[in-house]
């Protein structure tokens, strides 16, 4: 079990660079997801997976049991996916909002569109009497 779970965590991580690489918008977004969860999976292979002591000092001891499970790579973890699921989140919202401007999802066409409407912007006077450059 020791060493299937990092070869698990490099094919998932392999296979969100692949939907890094796609045109679609949302295919990127779920790549991105892919490899959080894929560095999250290798982080905890890392930290020993076992079922071990748990963590904690009995009374009147100074330390935990000799064979204990690391709570570290549990903790980062844990903050690990809240921070993913937010980013995921964010992004979504990102990706529906681009959708319902622009009607489309696809990369190149929202660069497109962007180089068409930047070149349409017109400089506004700002000032009130009509003067000004």
Do not use: H, W
């Not at 698990?8 to 949302?26: C, D, K, Q, V």
């Not at 930290?47 to 790579?73: D, H, V």
Request: proline share 6%; hydrophobic share 50%.
């Amino acid at each position: 079990m020791d060493t299937i779970l990092p070869i698990i965590a490099g094919a998932i991580f392999a296979t969100g660079i692949y939907l890094l690489l796609r045109r679609s918008l949302i295919l990127t977004i779920i790549g991105i997801i892919l490899i959080s969860n894929s560095v999250n999976l290798a982080l905890f292979s890392l930290g020993r997976i076992s079922t071990e002591n748990p963590p904690l000092i009995k009374a009147g001891s100074l330390e935990p049991l000799a064979p204990f499970a690391n709570p570290l790579p549990q903790a980062l973890i844990l903050t690990a996916i809240v921070i993913g699921f937010g980013l995921l989140a964010f992004a979504l919202a990102l990706a529906y909002r681009s959708y319902r401007e622009l009607g489309t999802v696809d990369q190149d066409e929202l660069l497109e569109d962007a180089e068409d409407t930047s070149a349409a912007i017109v400089p506004r006077n700002d000032f009130k009497n009509g003067g000004g450059a």
